[in-house]
């Protein structure tokens, strides 16, 4: 039994060695705690305000009226106005062609000289029907006086102091101026419809000479207002017939462009600008043109046309109707906008002139009636379940935040509701986005104010 007890002095040994160096290591090292990561984020303040809302078109500048000048004559040119080149501008009343006119004055003079002469037809009818009913006014006098004398030897020849003979002889004198006044009365009868075949004939001679004076005023071609020649065909000396074209011409004081546009892209806009309203593009139906000048109305909707040369010239322009078709190509809605006094350079704003055929872009825009958020397109998350944002919260961590995107504006979304003013939206959420992760926000704000310093130091 006693070699048994000895077996244990050697782990009571080691045991009384281990708790002795741990009593006398030194005092125990403390953990050592890591800092949180801070993530970088680029960040926006959210500031409601109306939104600018625009969409684009573009076409090509059209005069809004031409006019063609046509030869209404034959006869050979024998002018034609230097300002007739095609670009030259041309006032309105000047002198564009002539051609020779002396055959229409000899048939002016000619058309004259007849309606003279049917004025007269017509004065000498006056006169004979005058003069005619004078006389028989003076033969049924001496008629009444006849008679008269019929009656006083009929009478005579009753009481048997005078021979029949007289009486005889008196009624065959009665009889005479009775066929005389009657001969009167037929002619005088006549004189109305003589009177409406020479006033037939006078009126038919006021035409001939009407007609001869505006076959003179014909040979010559005036510009009846301001213009551009877009076309010119007319050399002095050639002869030329009725119907041949002679010289075109584009009014400068008002031009209109057909601006295509998407009608996706215009219903959108719409939706910003008349909130509440269904069937907006229904408006735009070759059937409801007024009606959808009344959304335009109503939504504040204007236009600019935009030359783009060696820099950006813009115009003011009225929209004045729609072109009441779709492009069957390029699916585009035709809106045509009209622009005045641009014909003409402009020496106060240096702006060239809006000639024929230039091809532009027009721009349509207005505000929508609240205040709206405005936000990058990267900063909002579209799900089937809703949209979403993420923001800086008050602790600078990351937080979510549901939104309802209203529309686009210029590739940007608008919210209409779920962002408050002040708040600090992250326009690129980090990746994975954590909630709750702390974050180091970095104002896109601050950043270009920055760079504005920066440029103005240098």
Aim: charged letters at 20%; a negative charge; hydrophobic letters at 45%.
């Amino acid at each position: 039994m006693t070699w048994r007890i000895l077996l244990f002095i050697p782990a009571i040994a080691i045991g009384i060695g281990a708790f002795w160096l741990i009593n006398n290591a030194g005092p125990e090292p403390t953990t050592q705690s890591v800092a949180e990561q801070r993530i970088p984020v680029r960040t926006l303040e959210v500031a409601p305000a109306k939104v600018p809302v625009s969409v684009t078109g573009y076409g090509r500048v059209e005069p809004l009226r031409t006019w063609e000048g046509i030869s209404q004559v034959d006869g050979r040119i024998i002018a034609v106005s230097p300002s007739v080149a095609v670009g030259s501008p041309v006032r309105q009343g000047e002198l564009i062609v002539e051609v020779d006119p002396r055959d229409y004055e000899i048939a002016r003079d000619r058309a004259l000289a007849n309606l003279a002469i049917a004025e007269t037809q017509l004065a000498e009818l006056n006169a004979q029907e005058e003069n005619t009913g004078e006389q028989l006014v003076l033969e049924r006098q001496i008629e009444a006086v006849i008679q008269a004398d019929v009656d006083r030897r009929q009478a005579l020849v009753q009481s048997g102091t005078t021979a029949i003979a007289s009486l005889e002889q008196a009624q065959r004198d009665l009889i005479t101026q009775q066929r005389r006044v009657l001969d009167l009365e037929n002619a005088l009868a006549l004189y109305p419809v003589q009177r409406e075949s020479a006033e037939a004939t006078l009126a038919s001679r006021r035409v001939d000479v009407e007609e001869a004076e505006r076959n003179l005023a014909n040979t010559r071609i005036i510009a009846p207002f301001d213009g551009r020649i877009l076309e010119e065909s007319a050399s002095e000396g050639v002869y030329i017939r009725p119907g041949d074209q002679l010289v075109t011409l584009a009014g400068i004081e008002a031009i209109e462009v057909v601006a295509e546009v998407q009608p996706a892209a215009m219903a959108e806009a719409l939706e910003l600008l008349i909130p509440n309203t269904a069937d907006i593009m229904a408006r735009f139906s070759p059937f409801e043109t007024d009606a959808a000048m009344r959304a335009l109305d109503a939504a504040g909707v204007s236009a600019t046309v935009v030359l783009s040369q060696e820099v950006e010239h813009r115009y003011d322009a009225q929209i004045v109707r729609l072109d009441g078709s779709v492009d069957t190509s390029t699916g585009t809605l035709g809106i045509v906008v009209e622009v005045r006094g641009a014909g003409l350079p402009d020496p106060a704003t240096r702006r060239p002139p809006l000639t024929n055929g230039a091809f532009v872009a027009v721009e349509f825009g207005g505000l929508t009636p609240s205040a709206q958020a405005r936000v990058p397109r990267s900063a909002v998350v579209e799900t089937e379940d809703g949209a979403y944002v993420y923001v800086v919260d008050a602790d600078t961590r990351l937080q979510r935040q549901a939104v309802t995107v209203a529309g686009r504006s210029a590739g940007d979304l608008v919210i209409s509701s779920g962002l408050n003013p002040g708040d600090q939206l992250i326009v690129a959420p980090p990746e994975p986005a954590v909630l709750g992760t702390l974050l180091a926000p970095v104002s896109l704000s601050d950043s270009l104010a920055e760079r504005s310093d920066a440029s103005a130091a240098q």
